[in-house]
């Protein structure tokens, strides 16, 4: 099974400011034969279904800010917030599909300082 | 509109059965893969089984080692309805479970829509 590990688990950022999210797997996931790296992120409020923000680790779903954007390739990704906003307090998670299991990460935890 | 309605859950003590079902609306149900993804309390997110849609793979089935030859997927696509047919329920099973709906015709692709959740809880 693929591993994704997120770093940091928590992170608390000024409203305004920038956040990012690291997500990295275990093995690559990203398919040579048509240049797509199988990575979403999705965001989680409490009480709520996930919500997804980013596929193929850098294309934004339709309707999501585009404050939020996704970056990287291969084994290592990364999700920024560039202007924090209240709304935006969450937890995220990454999520290959490259392979079954479609494994997550463990969650990162974001939080207004 | 995508609708995703999760149904089924409940109290069920370790051993026993449960079937999940989930009622979709507003998309051609057929086209898409489907998955199961639960959520234990506090806990984050794990993919528990999918189910390709219409085309080449259509109707086959995936699951998590942690589910294999307990649970079952399947979808009726004359319903717009997917099932999880859970068997031998354990504790570590108490979660909230998910329907969700892939971007594409394989679950290859990411979840672009997910139900409300319905739990299921293994006590005795």
């Known amino acids: 099974d693929i591993v994704m590990t997120q770093s940091p688990d928590s992170l608390a950022v000024s409203l305004g400011e920038r956040a990012t999210i690291n997500c990295k797997s275990s093995q690559s996931v990203l398919y040579i034969s048509n240049n797509k790296n199988y990575l979403a992120w999705y965001q989680q409020k409490p009480g709520q279904p996930p919500k997804l923000l980013i596929f193929?680790?850098?294309t934004r779903e339709s309707g999501v800010p585009d404050r939020f954007s996704g970056s990287g390739s291969g084994t290592d990704f990364t999700l920024t917030i560039s202007s924090l906003q209240a709304e935006d307090v969450a937890i995220y998670y990454c999520?290959?599909?490259?392979?079954?299991?479609?494994?997550f990460g463990q969650g990162t935890k974001l939080d207004i300082k | 509109e995508v609708q995703l309605l999760d149904s089924g859950g409940g109290l069920v003590q370790p051993g026993g059965s449960l079937r999940l079902s989930c009622a979709a609306s507003g998309f051609t149900f057929s086209s898409y893969a489907m998955s199961w993804v639960r959520q234990a309390p506090g806990k984050g997110l794990e993919w528990v089984s999918g189910i390709s849609g219409s085309g080449g793979t259509s109707g086959s089935t995936y699951y998590a080692d942690s589910v294999k030859g307990r649970f079952t997927i399947s979808r009726d696509n004359s319903k717009n309805t997917l099932h999880l047919q859970m068997n031998s329920l354990r504790a570590e099973d108490t979660a909230v479970y998910y329907c969700?709906?892939?971007?594409?015709?394989?679950?290859?692709?990411?979840?672009?829509?997910w139900g409300q959740g319905t739990l299921v809880t293994v006590s005795s």
């Open positions: 969700a709906k892939h971007g594409g015709d394989r679950c290859y692709s990411s979840v672009d829509y």
């Open positions: 193929w680790a850098s």
């Open positions: 999520q290959q599909y490259f392979i079954t299991p479609c494994t």
